[in-house]
């Protein structure tokens, strides 16, 4: 028998914790015998709430001893470091003495790496949360696809990749073949290869997909177009003829709103004050980018930020 702990941290994805259960439900039924054993724990010991607003209540409050686990996925939400409490830190520590796999949904992710757990590997993790985890965490190679299995680390980008997520787990360290099994039982058809981008892109442009994804890598420290088109050897001319085909916009457009969505994101996710927040972005001045927010979203940061706060649970 396979055992999995689920950790649940405030504001977790629904969606994703209960494609995980499910799947290992399915599997069990599939294989007729209980294959997989879960448990769910809260990190604070209390009944979790969702971001849909559900409560789950813990199966145990008891963390002591030896996790007995073969996966552990700390499932996340908004603010996930506010929550990541000692007897989750010693939890974990005694896990990777194990040698289990432990993983990441969502902004899991964000908790394996305050924990050092991510040392070496490759991860993922919801595409609006990259911005801020690079900022933490520059030296953890952190890729735009829905899931990674790298060694002992299985991190997802949270929503209907955690199915596949849990399906690729199965087929490498349980059975394969009940996991193809499992996903047709769920009517989920092949499952997806993790290099699988988390967003369709809006064009197949080798060239412009290339060019985001230099521009979503420099978004603190702003790349000049002239250098980014020296790195696609393409000139400025035709960078700018086909980002004006495809987005209807020039370059130096579309990069500026790649860096007001991180901004936004930071405002509407984070406690950064806005002068940081505009300086993490990419910009100079709280000014320039005041206006630029107000201008791309109709309200200025402090309006953002008043409108989506969330009440702390």
């Not at 686990?69 to 194990?98: N, Q």
């Not at 305050?114 to 030296?139: I, M, N």
Request: charged fraction near 20%.
């Amino acid at each position: 028998m396979a055992n999995v702990t689920f950790i649940l941290f405030p504001q977790f994805q629904m969606l994703a914790y209960v494609l995980a259960t499910e799947t290992l439900r399915v599997a069990n039924k599939c294989a007729g015998s209980e294959v997989f054993f879960w448990q769910t724990r809260s990190a604070t010991n209390l009944p979790v709430q969702a971001s849909n607003g559900a409560l789950i209540a813990p199966d145990t409050v008891d963390w002591q001893g030896r996790p007995e686990a073969d996966l552990i996925l700390l499932c996340a939400g908004y603010d996930p470091l506010d929550h990541l409490t000692a007897r989750v830190r010693a939890f974990a520590s005694r896990a990777k003495t194990r040698q289990c796999v432990i993983g990441g949904v969502d902004t899991g992710t964000v908790i394996l790496a305050e924990l050092g757990l991510l040392d070496g590997t490759k991860a993922v993790l919801h595409y609006e949360a990259e911005a801020t985890f690079r900022e933490g965490w520059p030296e953890i190679e952190i890729s735009d696809q829905i899931y990674c299995l790298d060694g002992r680390r299985l991190t997802a980008a949270g929503g209907t990749a955690t199915g596949d997520a849990v399906l690729a787990w199965i087929a490498r360290d349980v059975d394969s073949d009940l996991a193809s099994v499992t996903a047709n039982g769920m009517v989920h058809g092949e499952v997806r290869r993790s290099e699988t981008p988390q967003r369709s892109p809006k064009t197949a442009d080798p060239v412009l997909l290339r060019m985001h994804q230099l521009m979503v890598e420099n978004v603190s420290e702003p790349v000049s177009i002239k250098e980014i088109c020296g790195r696609l050897c393409e000139s400025e001319k035709k960078l700018r003829r086909r980002c004006l085909a495809t987005y209807n916009q020039t370059p130096s457009a579309y990069y500026q709103a790649r860096r007001l969505e991180v901004g936004y994101h930071f405002i509407t996710n984070s406690q950064l004050s806005i002068t940081e927040i505009a300086r993490t972005s990419g910009f100079e001045s709280l000014s320039s980018f005041s206006r630029a927010i107000r201008i791309h979203y109709g309200s200025s940061p402090k309006q953002i930020r008043k409108r989506t706060s969330k009440p702390k649970i």
